[in-house]
């Protein structure tokens, strides 16, 4: 769950104590994140990464570790969890960025190969549509995305408590990435019997006449 989707200063303030506690906690409910990289590598060995709500850099050592030549680049709002990824990643490949995503990183020359999104887009309330737009720009041509995030729950009570912890759950990501990019992988999965379903989409961007690059 992290944040890099607009300026928020209540997602900043749970962030300044979320930080510490992050990785010997989230291992326990946000599920499916190495699954959906090794999904990811089956259809993709990307030279330029991007990961979207990068936290404190989890993902980006197994980024490093699936594909040891790429250029990777972690995008994330929160600077106590950036700080933390810091000294995780120190090789000359990997960068950092605090901003947020409500636009495209790359400005000019080559597009991402593979944009990662891990529990980020169900905290974008609002701009988690303009964060697929982003990424979608942000890919280069044949370019995949991957997501895996929390879907949606038949609980109210559940559903509120998440809503507490700037989570969305109603299942409203995956018609949009469906819309957008041309799905590979949209699954979803339950998680504790139920009680509530996460999600993994991976897709290729589109041509402009609406077919994938192979």
């Known amino acids: ?12 303030r749970y962030y300044q104590f979320h930080s510490r ?18 999904h990811a590598s089956r259809v993709t060995q990307p030279r330029r990464i991007l990961e979207v709500g990068c936290g404190t850099g989890r993902n980006l050592v197994s980024l490093r570790r699936r594909f040891p030549q790429a250029e990777i680049t ?5 600077e106590p969890m950036l700080a933390i ?28 190969d593979l944009v990662l999104f891990s529990y980020a887009l ?30 949606h729950s038949a609980f109210g009570g559940f559903r509120r408590w998440m809503g507490v ?8 990501l995956w018609p949009r990435l469906a819309q957008k990019f041309v799905p ?21 961007k589109q041509t402009q006449c609406g077919e994938s690059v192979s």
């Open 21 to 38: 506690i992050y990785d010997a906690t989230r291992w326990s409910f946000l599920f499916g994140r190495e699954e959906v990289l090794r």
């Open 165 to 172: 912890n700037h989570v969305r759950m109603e299942g409203h």
């Open 74 to 78: 972690g995008v994330d709002l929160s």
């Open 184 to 204: 590979l992988l949209d699954e979803r999965m339950p998680a504790y019997l139920g009680v509530w379903q996460y999600g993994m989409f991976i897709g290729r």
């Open 1 to 12: 769950m992290n944040a890099a989707a607009a300026p928020n200063t209540a997602l900043e």
């Open 122 to 151: 169900s905290m974008f309330n609002p701009g988690w549509e303009q964060a697929i737009d982003a990424a979608h720009a942000d890919l280069a041509k044949g370019g995949c995305i991957a997501v895996v995030d929390f879907s």
């Open 85 to 112: 990824a810091a000294g995780k990643v120190r090789d000359e490949h990997t960068t950092l960025l605090r901003r947020c995503y409500s636009a495209p990183v790359h400005e000019s020359g080559a597009g991402f």
